[in-house]
């Protein structure tokens, strides 16, 4: 069945940078777009960008453009997303979150999101 | 960038009602909308993409309509397990969600 399992809690001081995992599981990873959606405490939604896992591509939210990064290995199944120059209203539970399209180059939206990870509290406190 | 808009923000209701949640683009998306559930401390579940096309698994109490700006998701007859926080998203180029919508028992 597939999985995403992401990397655990993290505490962060303002101005540090974090890097959350996403390890993905049964299904082809290259195949699929990976997502990033975060949510502040009490909070709703908010997309932070795609990766393509085949060509490492990538598409960030305007938002977070010199912030975050989204890379992948796929000798491992694995995405990451790191964002740096952390401020308080960075704390929020991340998420992965695969395309529900299988699209094996360059996919055009639209863009849905079908497999989720548990998501990873990072918390930005001084 | 495209906004959404939901309402309401919250509704109360009882097991068996009917609800209907709107939510509205800034802009058309034709039917690139989608509708997930997410209950507290959980990731949030896809019921709903394409407008209308119902998720693998997804219980056909649930529906979805509209296109252009105007989209509605209809739970049939509410299940105690419904009880959640519903968001709509557009999936255009640079995907925006909805505020949500909370589904609480009345």
């Known amino acids: 069945q597939v999985q995403l399992v992401q990397s655990g809690a993290e505490v962060k001081k303002p101005g540090a940078s974090v890097k959350v995992s996403c390890k993905a599981s049964g299904y082809t990873f290259t195949g699929y777009y990976m997502h990033w959606v975060r949510q502040a405490p009490g909070q709703g939604l908010e997309w932070m960008g795609w990766i393509n896992p085949n060509s490492g591509g990538t598409n960030y939210a305007q938002k977070f453009q010199g912030r975050v990064t989204m890379t992948r290995d796929t000798s491992i199944s694995t995405a990451y997303m790191e964002l740096s120059r952390l401020r308080s209203d960075d704390t929020a539970v991340y998420y992965c979150?695969?395309?529900?399209?299988?699209?094996?180059?360059?996919?055009?939206?639209?863009?849905?999101?079908?497999?989720w990870g548990q998501g990873t509290l990072v918390t930005v406190s001084s | 960038d495209i906004q959404m808009t939901q309402s309401p923000s919250s509704v109360s209701a009882s097991v068996g009602d009917r609800v209907t949640i709107t939510c509205r683009a800034s802009q058309g998306i034709s039917s690139w909308l989608a509708w997930y559930q997410q209950k507290p401390g959980k990731a949030p579940k896809l019921l709903i993409y394409?407008?209308?096309s119902l998720q693998s698994g997804v219980p056909s109490r649930f529906s979805g309509s509209g296109s252009g700006t105007d989209f509605t998701l209809t739970i049939s007859s509410l299940q105690p397990e419904d009880f959640a926080t519903y968001y709509c998203?557009?999936?255009?180029?640079?995907?925006?969600f909805g505020p949500g919508t909370k589904v609480d028992i009345k």
């Open positions: 394409a407008a209308s």
């Open positions: 998203q557009q999936a255009n180029s640079f995907p925006a």
């Open positions: 979150a695969s395309d529900v399209a299988y699209c094996g180059g360059d996919c055009p939206p639209p863009y849905y999101f079908d497999y």
